[in-house]
């Protein structure tokens, strides 16, 4: 086992890391089943041979590809926290599946076949582009910001897969049973210094 803090080499160390350091059950059993090679299935976002293939292009690594696609399907249109909504771009719930669906025209387009299909070299061309906005769309798309926030969604399901953790040697979460979450009022009462601002 690592020394606490310390990078993990394997998920047997992480998971042992876990318990070593009491993480609370209900979070260890949630991280179990992000491990797990069972990916939802990919039916929101667009088709799963080219989101897939997408995702196997910006992130190759210890996480599955279809594990990756699965969690973008699954939070593609949530907030997470996130407040980047822009006048005149597509709602977030459009743009990811636009994205997709302009990507897929310009691979038949340029290369005669489905961007699954291309050789690598052609889809990392066609994702360079994207990156770049040298695609276009429908109106109130922006290519660049579509790749920016499939990339950005995909890292985020890569982080917080332990497969992930691992690879980048995170040792996972620390905190353990009764750790407390400060809400918004107890964090305003904090910054304020009010009288018990130090204690928990």
């Known amino acids: 086992m690592p020394e606490p803090g310390g990078a993990v080499s ?3 160390e992480f998971w042992d890391g876990l318990e070593a ?3 609370e059950p209900d979070l260890v059993e949630a991280l179990r ?20 293939a997408v ?15 699965s969690f973008l399907d699954a939070n593609f249109d949530a907030q997470l926290g996130r407040g980047d909504e822009r006048i005149g771009l597509m709602p977030r719930g459009e743009l990811i599946p636009a994205g997709f669906r302009v990507l897929e ?7 005669g076949s489905s961007f699954a299909d291309l050789p690598t070299t052609e889809q990392d ?6 990156e770049a906005s040298r695609l276009e769309g429908p109106p109130g798309f922006d290519a660049g910001e579509w790749f920016k926030r499939t990339r950005d969604l995909v890292l ?20 353990e049973k009764g750790h407390v979450w400060l809400g918004i009022a107890e964090v305003a009462r904090r910054a304020a210094r009010a009288p018990g ?4």
């Open 55 to 69: 995702v196997t292009r910006l992130l190759p690594g210890a996480v599955p590809a279809e594990d990756l696609a």
């Open 156 to 175: 985020l399901g890569y982080g917080s897969d332990p497969r992930g953790m691992v690879e980048m040697g995170f040792p996972g979460p620390s905190y």
């Open 10 to 12: 394997s998920l047997e």
């Open 21 to 23: 350091r009491g993480v």
């Open 197 to 200: 601002h130090e204690e928990l």
């Open 105 to 111: 025209e310009e691979a038949r387009r340029q290369g």
């Open 125 to 130: 061309r066609l994702l360079a582009d994207a």
């Open 33 to 52: 089943k992000r491990a797990e090679d069972r990916p939802e299935q990919i039916r929101r976002v667009g088709e799963k041979s080219i989101v897939v």
